[in-house]
């Protein structure tokens, strides 16, 4: 698939990927997990490239959630690096594309070393207008939701914030998702239907994208196929099909 194929004036704004099957793809190979990672590597890179040509404005990649402390702290290890090495190597040509960097999770439970080039790579690129990536690193959806209850809950405490004033908007800015849209796109590869603590409450009306495609054999045209799929959605928000039709 080309990226003519697409139509640009009913792009999703914002694209969150639970990026799955690095380890099943290099098992099938004989190879070692962490080949599988390095290998999506090349994914993230071609996704990111074919996101920003296309016009795509927030692109979320699950990198690392909370749960994935728990792994051989060998994998943990080999990731934290691949993550650094990677920012490393990729942020000149990130900036030259005009693309911004965000992080969003526990940013202090995170190595010195991965924080540091995180954060460089965050300045360096903070006045670009292009694509916001975004990297959800030691992320877990219930962990940012409790957070917000608990900041809200001590504003609450202090008389800073009277509880009738708790509305949606009030909730959504205390979330670290605050200053992106909700994804209207939710892309999940690697076969497994589960959306594993990732985005829980700006997932409400997402749409979602399953594919039996593991995470190293996502490339531009697969992400291109996930848009297109897209596009051919009827997005009724709970109206019916006629109410949709008539704001066309
Ligand atoms: C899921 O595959 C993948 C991960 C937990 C890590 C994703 C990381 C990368 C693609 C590399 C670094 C990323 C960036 C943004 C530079 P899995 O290990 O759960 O695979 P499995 O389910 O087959 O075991």
């Not at 985005?199 to 996502?218: G, I, R």
Request: hydrophobic letters at 40%; one cysteine or more.
């Amino acid at each position: 698939m080309q990226p003519e194929a697409i139509d640009k004036r009913s792009l999703p704004q914002h694209v969150a990927i639970i990026m799955d099957g690095n380890g099943r793809w290099a098992k099938e190979r004989g190879q070692d997990r962490i080949y599988g990672h390095h290998e999506g590597v090349i994914s993230v890179r071609d996704v990111v490239a074919v996101a920003g040509e296309i016009g795509i404005q927030y692109l979320t990649l699950y990198a690392f959630s909370t749960e994935n402390w728990n792994r051989p702290k060998a994998e943990v290890d080999a990731l934290m690096e691949l993550l650094v090495a990677t920012i490393r190597k990729e942020v000149d040509e990130l900036h030259k594309k005009n693309v911004r960097m965000h992080v969003i999770g526990d940013f202090a439970a995170l190595p010195e070393i991965c924080q540091k080039e995180m954060q460089e790579a965050i300045d360096i690129t903070a006045n670009n207008t292009g694509l916001n990536l975004i990297l959800a690193l030691s992320y877990s959806a219930k962990w940012e939701i409790l957070n917000a209850v608990k900041a809200i809950a001590q504003k609450a405490k202090e008389g800073v914030l009277n509880p009738d004033d708790i509305d949606e908007t009030v909730f959504h800015s205390h979330l670290c998702t605050h200053r992106f849209p909700d994804p209207e796109l939710m892309i999940r590869t690697s076969g497994e239907s589960r959306i594993s603590n990732f985005l829980l409450y700006q997932l409400a009306y997402s749409e979602l994208y399953f594919t039996p495609t593991h995470w190293p054999d996502f490339r531009r045209a697969q992400f291109l196929q996930a848009i297109a799929d897209y596009q051919q959605r009827e997005r009724r928000f709970g109206m019916i099909s006629e109410q949709i039709q008539s704001t066309k």
